[in-house]
């Protein structure tokens, strides 16, 4: 999760429907405007609930452009964990200089 500069976490938008605020259920990815954990409809999917049952479940708070949104990050989310970020576990090689041609 990317930082502010005194070091405290801050608001990630991962969308247009989904963020993760530290302040919001320990910064999990959750539905935005609402406390709806981006896990718990990725469960839904799983266990075979159709997305027009996701919506009534949720009284129409989560809409199925916020379902398929969440799908598409799926990859991303860890149940019970807070968001980390698109890219914590790749790291960046150092570019390498040509060395110098000599004459």
Request: hydrophobic share 40%; charged share 30%.
């Amino acid at each position: 999760m990317k930082t502010k500069a005194n070091g405290q976490p801050r608001r990630v938008e991962l969308g247009r429907h989904i963020v993760a605020d530290p302040k919001i259920c320990g910064g999990q990815p959750t539905f935005k405007g609402t406390r709806i954990m981006l896990w718990l409809v990725l469960e839904q999917l799983e266990q075979g609930m159709k997305w027009d049952e996701i919506v009534g479940e949720w009284d129409g708070r989560v809409t199925p452009e916020a379902i398929s949104e969440a799908i598409s990050i799926a990859d991303f989310v860890v149940k019970h964990e807070p968001f980390r970020g698109f890219h914590v576990g790749a790291r960046r090689k150092r570019a390498r200089r040509p060395a110098a041609v000599t004459a």
